[in-house]
């Protein structure tokens, strides 16, 4: 199994067998209505994208699914999404006529390979992650969600030991906006770590969120939106669990899983390539 970082969330996964998914894809910056920018700041060579098997759309935030990348993936590509009615609604308004809305917790065979959507503990938001299995191995992208400690074991029944993550980390202060509260989010924190701790992975990486707010006064908002550092996730999830090896993955980045090793080839990838950090 191979995995690429496009940035962001941005992951294509390609598995045994030959399949491709593609997660999350945002292609251009600035995205979300030009709101933010990818960090590490980057840049995607769409035309070296393999076809793509299967898109997978976590959830409907903008930085997340975006319109405007959708819109350049051919329309007979099957899409795999969480029952969230607007997404169905922008799919169907786009034209993509395979689409397999997903409860959490189901398991699709498709061939050599597998995949496990992934419950999230959040009652606002329609999510999921999502676990790629195939005989190289396994590669759990939780994205967003928040994991309650009871589905770790659920997931691990079904797949195994998990080679390689893809965590949350970022720990976000969103409510800064209304609360003005500049205070770091211990408990945010404690529970990222947590999880990670719970997953006991082969190997973890700091995962989605690498994006900060660059439009037109807005710099100034960085600070205290995002407190948490990738660095700093991997220092303190190193002092917890040094057993868990760690690595800091930017846009380009390949991870190769094969037979319960994961290997990390820093900028090895033609798709995307890191041009600030």
Known sequence: MKVTLLGHASVLVELEGGARCLMDPV????????????????????????PIDVVIL???????????????????????????????????????????????????????????TTHSNVSNIIEIGVVFKDASGTFWNQVDTVVAPQSVPMVLEQTGKIDLLFAMYASQNFNFFESRGTGFPHEMHQMNLSTVLAIDPRMAVPGSAGFRFAGAGMDWCNAFLFPMSRERFVADLARLAPRIPTRIANPGDLFVIDGGTVEHHPAASPMAKMLED
């Open 27 to 50: 292609f251009q910056d600035p995205f979300e209505d030009t709101a933010v920018v990818s960090c590490p700041r980057r840049e995607v060579h769409f035309d070296a994208l393999p």
């Open 58 to 116: 976590s959830h409907a935030h903008l930085d997340h699914f975006d319109v405007a990348s959708l819109a350049r993936l051919p329309r007979t590509t099957q899409v795999l999404c969480p029952e969230d009615p607007l997404i169905l609604y922008a799919l169907a308004q786009l034209g993509f006529d395979k689409v397999n809305a997903a409860k959490p917790f189901t398991r699709l065979a498709l061939g050599s390979y597998q995949l496990l």
